[in-house]
């Protein structure tokens, strides 16, 4: 069995929008029958953290990805289950 994925959600603060991406990235990683560990934080810590891919906002793309050394996919729109699968289909894609 592999190992479970480490999937990071962020936004600004850390709170709202993040939990938000958590949860819907949460759900269709399950649909996809996927096990993941997803997180949220803010964009401070976010680089700190040891995982396998970060999801966010993509104004936060550029921001985020000269400080971490794993790939960085931006969704839209948080509660848009499609934007959602197409960011999560675009990581495995690479993965």
């Known amino acids: ?5 480490k999937i990071l959600a962020v936004c600004a603060f ?4 993040s939990m938000v991406l958590k949860m ?3 759900k269709a ?4 029958g996927i096990d993941v560990d997803v997180d949220n934080t803010d964009l ?3 680089p700190s953290m040891q995982v396998d ?13 000269p400080k971490v050394t794993v ?4 969704v839209e729109q948080f509660m848009n289950a499609k934007q959602v699968e197409a960011a999560i289909d675009a990581y495995l894609g690479g993965a």
């Open 53 to 65: 891919a970060i999801f966010t906002s993509p104004q936060f793309i550029p921001e985020l990805e």
């Open 71 to 74: 790939k960085v996919f931006g």
């Open 44 to 46: 401070a810590q976010a």
């Open 14 to 17: 850390g709170v709202g929008s």
């Open 29 to 32: 990683f399950k649909a996809k």
């Open 1 to 5: 069995m592999s190992e479970k994925r």
């Open 24 to 26: 819907q990235l949460e």
